[in-house]
């Protein structure tokens, strides 16, 4: 195996750990492992690499690209690519890679679960009761016979109903791929539709999770007239991207009662302003785009990159190319790579 030169396009200083940490651990032998520095010429760092790992995607520019014309992969250590230039960089004859959403399937999950039990037994209001020391109220719900409905069944999806099922709820599915019947029994599916059947979808459920990419034809998929058909005790989770939500449309419904709630870790425009009014609905619970972050997704990517790095070394194809832009938004990715979990 060949020594290959990788240059680091690193997260932010408050990020750095784990994320910093792992891909240098899982990276570097028996390769040479460069941190970028902005305060150094640009050219030299990117004339020096074979291979740049990018942190989410959101680190690389246009100059950066044009530096790199000897690079063999540009590697996003993360999944969407909604932010990433990708169209400028294929243009440059740079080959992308992404990691395939499988390495954040269960967190994601995981989280989506969280809100719906937060959702279901009225978490803020019991806040409020806690400080004032009243007890036994308020009365919340079960999500044993509810109905959920996840719109885009990927990696992520299915992780969301292998547990959901575990809690006794009916689940029902939205997606772009054919769900064969063996899929649907494995994860206790009552009911498959293509995105032509959202609507239906959306009248049905109790608990509505997004759980796929941000393209032209999704965003704002979820708009007024959709979340109109809500019923007025349902409850709206996104932790997958903020512009799939017309959030506009989603305040005013919510103020006047359709959906019921809604739980949000993403948004159109991050960070969010702690003062926007959906933030203080009581109706609504947010976190700050954590749901996929955590120390098994840090070392799974950072895994994931290595064996790309090692898989060019070795003359090998790596994995998770992005051929065509919709190559990452495809319903399922195969899971392909060594990491842990």
Known sequence: MKKLHILFLPPPPHLKDPWERDVIEAVSAPHELRLFSHDSPLAPQFEWADVVIDFGGSMGSREMADASGGILLWQVLGNGIDHFDLEYFRGKNIRVAN?????????LAECALMFMLMLSRRWHETQRNLQSRQLYYPFGTELMGRVLGIVGFGATGRELARRAKAFGMR??????????????REFGLEFVGTPDELDRVMARSDYLSLNLHLTDKTRHMVDERRLRLMK????LINVARGALVDTDALYRCLLEGRPGGAALDVFSHEPVNPDDP??????VIATNHISGNTSGTSRRRAAFAAENVNRLAAGLE????????????????????????
């Open 99 to 107: 990691c395939p959403g499988d390495l954040t399937a269960v967190p």
């Open 171 to 184: 689940i029902q599915a939205v997606d772009i791929r054919v769900i064969d019947e063996q899929e649907q």
């Open 232 to 235: 007025p005790d349902a409850f």
């Open 278 to 283: 959906l933030l203080q609905l009581p109706n």
């Open 318 to 341: 790596p994995l998770g190319l992005i051929k065509v832009r919709s190559d990452v938004h495809s319903g399922v990715r195969p899971l392909a790579y060594g990491g842990r979990s």
